[in-house]
């Protein structure tokens, strides 16, 4: 595991974030922290990333415990936080080269890897130009390939699609599906249920600092109920025929049946109304989404 923790916990005055922690996350493997506003995701990236120190509990990172060994740990990771942490008077190619310096490259080395950068992230074009002219879309990648100049094991990438458009969304997505396939691990927070669904191997659900669901998005999905039929019929009298033909809830001219979600099942369904001369004018299939699962876990809106 390349993450441990175990009981962490994290108060602000009265206020308790997290209460007791206990996570871990594979090498090479995609985890959503998912949660609304104030669950503790935020808190938790800056525990993990030595940030912030925890008040009770302890984490490791490839081994390292992030209170005693912050520069080890350090040595690991990379952090894309919610905004762009570039340099906006400086072009695209002089914030790689900095980062590359800090990173104690040498200067051949640094042109190389900024060279690199550029081109995976497809950035040549505005390589250099100053920072401030770049749209969201365009400083997001800059700062992903920030992170990645010393080549981490762990990025941290905390809400990294916030306010772009979905164009630029998608292509980030595929930047991070290429990097879990070179072998990084990556732990992510998210407000996009989208993403987390396309991306993560696993979930975690926070809510008040407290971990309410932690599987893959299909037994979350799962959890939270099966598929339905939802017919809809000329009026609420064929509904209530069609509800003695074929079970289900009611609710006015529409009749929710409780599916396996397969074909078989909607046609017996059709089958048997059709057979007793119920005719629906509309028939949709409904499967759990993570907004669902969101929903039911936290009692907030997705």
Known sequence: MIVETAGLTKRYGENTVLSGLDLKVAEGSVLALLGPNGAGKTTTIRI?????????????????????????????ISLTG?????????????NLLMIARLRRFRRSAARVRTSELL?????????????????????????????????????????PTTGLDPVSRTTMWDAVGDLVREGVTIFLTTQYL??????????????NGNVVADGTA???????????????????EDAARAHVLVGGVTDGPTVSV????????????LDDLLTA??????VSTHRPTLDDVFTTLTGAAA
């Not at 074009?125 to 700062?143: F, M, Q």
């Open 48 to 76: 993990l990333s030595t940030l912030t120190r925890p008040d009770e509990g302890s984490a490791r990172i490839a081994g390292f415990d992030v209170v005693r060994s912050p520069a080890a740990v350090r040595g690991v």
């Open 218 to 236: 299909d037994a979350l999905k799962n959890s939270v109920g099966g598929a339905r039929l939802d017919l809809t019929f000329p009026s609420c």
């Open 277 to 282: 001369g119920v005719r629906p004018d509309r």
């Open 82 to 94: 919610q905004y762009a942490a570039v340099d906006e008077e400086q072009t695209g190619r002089e």
């Open 258 to 269: 409780p599916s396996d979600g397969s074909a078989t099942h909607l046609h017996r369904v």
């Open 119 to 159: 081109e995976r992230f497809q950035l040549p074009d505005v390589a250099d130009r100053r920072v401030r002219t770049y749209s969201g879309g365009l400083r997001r990648r800059l700062d992903l390939a920030m992170s990645l100049v010393a080549r981490p094991r762990l990025l941290f990438l905390d809400e």
């Open 194 to 207: 989208e993403e987390a669904d396309r991306l993560a191997d696993r979930i975690v659900v926070l809510d």
